[in-house]
């Protein structure tokens, strides 16, 4: 596994930005304006892709 090192970017005053590698977003489909989930646990964040809620339709 090869590693990237990045460097972090402040968006705005609170919000912070990290680029991903052009390797990583093909090999794992990230597109442009994808929705992600993004969690923290420890010191690991993991990102993965956000699924749409299944919507429960009402039969009347």
């Known amino acids: 596994m ?3 090192i990045r460097k972090v970017t402040r968006v705005g005053k609170r919000s912070l930005a990290l680029v ?3 390797v990583i977003a093909d090999d794992l489909k990230i597109k ?3 929705k992600l989930v ?3 646990a420890r010191k690991t964040i993991t990102v993965k892709d956000w699924k749409k809620p299944a919507n ?3 039969h009347r």
């Open 2 to 4: 090869k590693k990237y």
């Open 20 to 22: 991903i590698p052009a």
């Open 32 to 34: 442009e304006k994808q």
């Open 38 to 40: 993004i969690t923290s």
């Open 56 to 58: 429960k339709k009402l």
